[in-house]
């Protein structure tokens, strides 16, 4: 049986693809180059899944292997599906979440493709994530569980992937990768965006402004204002803060001021104390079913709001691709453009994207 495994480079696709050469199955490396990272320097593991450095440990990883390595293209729907996103989004007053939109658009339905078109009965990933019976399940690993990123790429795609690592921790791959020598064994995680590898995602949506005609002033300068509407100062662009924030506001205060609102026509954005971060209910857009979920029907379940957050308790109501979600006690901080993914236990019960809360 022959599968294609996706191979960033990093210790955790290699290891997934050494778990399924022990198998017995006949495998495929894969690496999807998705920007030109050329120009930066190698950091960490290689600072970007794209960068020379990373294609190079992918390539070794397979040559220890004895498998073949092919690296596919993939840089134009990357720009297009994540990076122009992520710019419009910011731009627009909302907190993108560009890993779930990249396994969204690129990781998975196109390599699936490819993987077809090489006669693969299956493609398979390095993410700590479980399948099991058509279900999609977090990762036993409660630290690595990538489950969260992944409740986008559709029950079709699901019935057709595979995650060797859903059932190991992360101390248990590297231990595997060092007793075989692999070259990326000891290699640190990535702890940033791939195409931000200076942490300066501002940056990124001003340089993709005018191309995309976003326009100057729609990431100009702006005044931070209370809930009142007084003016407490000027923030340097409504792209560069997120709901929740408090640090980098630049404002004298007895007190810590978070940002509660940014209101993208008046290039405004409001702060408060932290008490009136809190809100009840969330709207949710294009929600994503992995479950059998009825139409209008209360459904009692956990929902994670953001990545490192714990799911907390709630209702969740689907109506055709739209959904409601009620929580049992406020959450803070809740950011729209972010994803919303319900759980009933360990299983994915589906997700959308945050639209509004109150």
Known sequence: MRVVCAMSGGVD????????????????????????????PRRGRGGTCCSPAEVDLAQRACEQLGIPHYVVDEQQRFQEAVIDDFAREYAAGRTPNPCARCNEHVKFGPLLTRARALGATYMATGHYARIEDGALLRGVDPSKDQSYFLFAMGKDILADVRFPLGDWTKERVRAYAQDRSMPNWDAPDSQELCFVPDGDH?????????????????????????????????????????????????????????????????????????????????????????????????????????????????????????????????????????????????????????????
């Open 202 to 358: 501002g940056a990124v949506v001003e340089r993709r402004a005018q191309a995309l005609g976003l326009g100057a002033a729609s990431l100009a300068e702006g005044e931070v204002v209370d809930e009142d509407g007084r003016s407490l100062g000027t923030h340097k662009g409504i792209h560069r803060v997120t709901v929740g924030q408090r640090r980098g506001l630049g404002l004298s205060s007895p007190r810590p001021r978070y940002v509660l609102r940014v209101l993208p026509e008046a290039r405004q954005v409001v702060v408060g104390d932290a008490e009136a971060l809190a809100r009840r209910v969330l709207d949710v857009a294009d929600f994503r079913r992995l479950d059998d979920i009825k139409d209008d029907t209360p459904i009692p379940c956990a929902v994670q709001i953001r990545h490192r957050a714990p799911a907390q308790p709630a209702t969740l109501r689907v109506v055709g691709s739209r959904a409601t979600v009620e929580f049992d006690a406020p959450v803070r901080a809740v950011a729209p453009g972010q994803a919303a993914v319900a759980f009933a236990g360990d299983r994915v019960l589906g997700g959308g994207w945050i639209e509004s809360a109150r």
């Open 13 to 40: 696709s290699s290891v997934a693809a050494a778990l399924l050469v022990e198998q017995g199955l006949e495998v495929v490396g894969m690496t999807m180059r998705l920007y030109d990272a050329r120009d930066q």
